[in-house]
């Protein structure tokens, strides 16, 4: 009953972070930085303290008596993580929907379901399997195939695009992804799917301040949003920082403001957006008090996000007037993805 408990608390994870643009395609007059920066403040500081005031409301105290190598860790974890979640945002905005998000998470997936093994190779901790460890154990072995069958089908997806790019017109190309950049959105898609892998390894630092949250009476189910606390600050610093200068290089600061400009309704699908994207962390951090926060975790997070992101790449019409073969080709590619997930599934419960 707990593994079908996480696995649907991860699906209604997955479903918000792969539907949490839809509402900025909505926002009318304002330049990406502008909604970006908007719908992060709900994501990053509004939407978490409200989270944690509600099922933790000693968070605050939990925190600042925390060891201060944790909180540091933890931080910085979250600033490689901001890096990612920016990037993120400019992959979706050149790939679209359905290749930028195959991409960006296929990355994601493999690196997050690696980087606690590498962490607990370098700081052992009594029931945590390192890397080293991995290899000598057939469930350890099967994660690192699956990791690479999914870096061969992110290998499969961008060819798939490369395919998109010479077939369709210019006028086709932004027919359903209006800025749409095959290298600029690779280049920016495989950065942000590395370093979004960080926000796993935030939670495994940040777990000392969950663990405090549970040793003091409260639901296990709500115990790494005393975590998001601190690892969101990170996001919301890197991401602050650039969405300002962008505001002030590119003079968009005056958006907010525009007389032309449907304001009200902008600030509200882009604080819806920015609600659904942590609402991914919030259903995330109750799978993992489920299944535990291995590759199990992680993996199937991701897959429910691509499933879900593809299902709105289809719908907006991203892959129409390629041909047959240029579909297929991206479809196996996905189906690769996938078939790595199982495959990381499969051996995370062996261990």
Known sequence: MQVILGIIYHTIGGISSGSFYMPYKKVKGWAWEV???????????????????????????????????VKAFTYVMGLLWGIGGLTYGLGVRYLGMSLGNSVVLGFCSAFGALVPSIYYAINPAEGKTSILQMFQHTGGQLVLLGVLVCLAGIAVTGWAGMMKERELTAEQKTQGVQEFSLVKGLVIAVISGILSSFFNFGIEAGKPMAEEAVRQGFNPLFQNNVTYIVLLWGGLTTNLIWCVYLMYRNKTYGDFVKKDVPGGRNALFSALAGTLWFLQFFFYGMGESKLGNGAS??????????????????YLKEWQGVSARTFRTFA???G???????????????K
């Open 35 to 69: 909604f970006w920066l908007f719908g992060g403040l709900f994501s990053w500081l509004i939407v978490p303290l409200v989270a944690a005031w509600l099922t933790v409301p000693v968070f605050s105290q939990i925190i600042g008596g925390a060891d201060g190598d």
């Open 332 to 334: 196996f590619g996905l």
């Open 336 to 350: 690769l993805i996938l078939a790595s997930i199982v495959l990381v599934g499969i051996g995370n419960s062996m």
């Open 297 to 314: 975790s992680w993996i199937l997070h991701m897959a429910t996000i691509i499933l879900t992101a593809n299902v709105w790449g289809l």
